[in-house]
């Protein structure tokens, strides 16, 4: 069963940028596809960026054209890049694997203003 491991959140101000990390292990998820996703308090997980096993990505609305999401098969990790953060990108974020099948801890992100 592949573990996913996030990385990366933290405290900052609006305007700035942050470098998620998703670290698989118990398998090569290289040729998976892979997803990120956030949860705001008070409600349900939210889709954000997936990256499938062709290599093209997918964005919600409010991340396109300010995240980016990557991977590095040589460290079989998946990447968030975020720039431009808003106080509306407060969330836990989180990675899995397609089909929903695998799930990290998550990782908090707070922005103020």
């Known amino acids: 069963r592949v573990r996913l491991t996030e990385s990366g959140g933290g405290s900052l101000h609006t305007g700035g940028s942050l470098r998620l990390s998703c670290a698989a292990s118990?398998?090569?998820?290289?040729?998976?596809?892979m997803g990120w996703f956030r949860q705001e308090a008070g409600k349900e997980v939210a889709g954000v960026a997936v990256?499938?096993?062709?290599?093209?990505?997918t964005y919600a609305d409010f991340a396109e054209g300010r995240f980016t999401i990557s991977r590095d098969n040589a460290k079989n990790t998946l990447f968030l890049q975020m720039n431009s953060l808003k106080t509306e990108d407060i969330a836990v974020y989180y990675c899995?694997?397609?089909?929903?099948?695998?799930w990290g801890q998550g990782t908090q992100v707070t922005v103020s203003s």
């Open positions: 899995a694997t397609g089909g929903l099948t695998s």
């Open positions: 990256l499938d096993n062709t290599g093209s990505t």
């Open positions: 118990g398998d090569n998820v290289t040729t998976y596809s």
